[in-house]
Each structure stands twice: as C-alpha cells, then as structure tokens.
C-alpha cells in the first residue's frame, strides 16, 4: 500500500433536515487503498459517498483530494472535475445503450481519438469478461454482467477514486462470493483507490485493506480488518463484527482481567490496554459464537488462564456445517454457542473459551 494520502476527510458533518447524517467524521485515505465503509442500513455510508462525489454539500468541515479543496460549506468543486466515479446500487444503466456505448460514453465526452477510445474499450471489455456483450443492451444481461457494465464505465475515464455503493447487493449469494474476489484483484492489479460501502461484515472483510465503520454518522474504528476484529474498539463494533453475545451485569473483580459472569468468573480481553478496568468496575462483556467451546464431560485440565462455566442447554438448531446452542448462565444470561453435535434441551455441560477472544469494555457511570 502506498503511504501517500489521496483524500483527506476532516471534521465533515451533512445534516439533513433534523438528522444528522454525518457527524464530524475525519480520516485519510491512501492511494491504492480498498476501503470497506461497514454500518448499518441509515447510518451515513451513502452520505459519505455522496459527500466525495460532490452529489452533497457539507454542513461542516473539508474534503481534500491530493490536498486540493474539493468540498467545504463554502466552496464545492464540480463532480466531474474531482477525479472520482461512483458506481450505484442499481448500477444506473440506461436501458436503450449497448454495453460497448456505456463504456464509451465518458471517453467520448473526453474527445478521445477513435482509435485510442476503442482500444480502452477492448481492453476494459477483456478485463472485465465483458468480450462478445458488446451490442447487448442491459435487459439481455445477467445481474453480474450489468454489475460488471457499471464498473466499465466508471473505470474507463481512470478516475483516481473509485467509489462503490453496495454494488453487490442485488447478486445472489454464490456470485456475491465470485465477484467480490473478482473485483479486489481487479482493483489491486488497477492500483486503484476504492472506497466500497457494505452492511455485509464479512464482505467488508474480505475486500479491505481498511475497515472505517460508521454509526450514526461518526466514525467508530478504522483499522486493518484484522485489527477490528481481534480487538473491536467499542462493544457496538463488537457486535457488529460477530460478538453477539452481551452481558452488562459483569463486575471487574481485580484489575488482572478478571470478571464475573452470574455466579462465575472468567478473564476476558481489554481492548484498551492503556485504559485501567479496576476493581469494582461494572462492564459489557462481548463475545463469539464460535469461540465459546462446548464440553459435554468435564475435562481433566485447561489451558493456561482458561476457565470453566457451567450453562444450561435452552435450545439446539441445525444450521448446516454446525449447531446453533442456546445457554443459560444462571440466573438469567442467555448466550449463544456453535457445536457439532445436538444437545438435549436441559442438559448441563462446561464451557470454556480463550481470554482473548471475550471482550471487557468499561460502562460509564449512567451506562
């Protein structure tokens, strides 16, 4: 990855009527970079997108590309003259063009010679295993092919920012898989700067090289995807990111990562090993599914700093490749495991998971 700074976001804020869309949000983003902008539906991905583009003006602060001002609250750089393209979650294609005219059409508009225009065409065209759909018109193409038709034209015209919002949102589950590695390689091999916007965490995760996530508009973390994962910033990223499983009835029992659990104790992670968790300090505990494992017999030894809980089995679904478990830790924490057997509704077994993969965020008083 390059280490020069593309596009400089500082401050932004975007309301609309009495939402805040976008609530003073700052980062940089590097040339070359992919970047995976993950919240919820309503969150301000799209706002942030549209504030880039310059299809939105900001309420607050500054946009920068190559340390040019393209967007303040008083001065915006046309769209088209900031070196940025988007690509739509319906993909935006006229219904009466072919798909040689679609990638055609920003080259035209740049007075490109024929013979150059045609020869980008071409080449865009086996990029992207659009050769032989030339004079098809986008009825006559599958959702991947449209897909495909949408990134053409948006990358003909070599903008130095690609932004994408969720493009993939309209594919089946096995093309969704397909394309999103389709599409990273293509973008690495382009060396183009992407700013890729999805509610889908997995997704987000496997096309990054940065996650930023968003909710209500300001920024939660950016990180590389496996940063955020292993040690999500805030309880909510937590979640997001698979750690469905909460308690915020948890005590810090000493300030060496201990914490109760009901009855019980288990030591857990501080994601803020700058930030002390003494003593006394109520906390939200986060967790994984997958990292909770199920011992149906009590085993004769743990790991180093592994401790042992006793739940009751609620609830046993078949998910496919596992079992979805239902426990409940006395008195009234509900929490959720994945194993490869049925267990008995009412069955008693131990649990026992790595401390680095439960999470122990402090809660403020009022919290």
Known sequence: MNNKVILQISSISKKYDSHLAINELSCDIYEGEIISILGPSGGGKSTLLQLIAGLAKPDAGEIRIYDRLVSSKHSMLEPEKRGVNMVFQNYAL??????YDHVAFGL?????????????????????????????????????????????????????????????????????LQMRSELKALFKKLGTTVLYVTHDPEEALAMADRLLIIKEGRLEQI???????L??????VAGLLGAINRTTSSIALNNDRMFNIGPQSAR????????????????????????????????????????????????????????????????????????????????????TMDPNKLFAYPIKEGG
């Open 94 to 99: 006229w219904p009466h063009m072919s798909v």
């Open 108 to 176: 035209k508009r740049q007075r490109l010679p024929r013979a150059d225009r045609d020869q980008s065409i071409r080449s865009l065209l086996q990029l992207l295993e659009l050769q032989g759909l030339e004079n098809r018109l986008p009825s006559e193409l599958s959702g991947g092919q449209q897909q495909r038709v949408a990134i053409a034209r948006a990358l003909a015209t070599t903008p130095q920012i690609m932004l994408l919002d969720e493009p993939m949102s309209n594919l089946d589950g096995y093309l969704r």
């Open 223 to 229: 990180d590389t995807p496996q940063s955020c994962y």
């Open 231 to 236: 040690a999500p910033a805030t309880p909510w």
């Open 268 to 351: 857990a992670l501080n994601p803020f090993p700058d930030v002390q968790i003494p003593a006394g300090q109520r906390v939200e505990l986060r967790s994984r599914p997958e990292d909770i494992m199920i011992l149906e017999q009590e085993p004769e030894s743990l790991p180093p700093n592994y401790d042992l809980n006793r739940p009751i089995v609620l609830d046993s679904s078949f998910e496919g490749k596992h079992w979805r478990i239902t426990l409940l830790n006395e008195p009234d924490i509900l929490f959720y495991a994945l194993h490869n057997n049925y267990l008995e509704p009412g069955l008693q077994v131990w649990i």
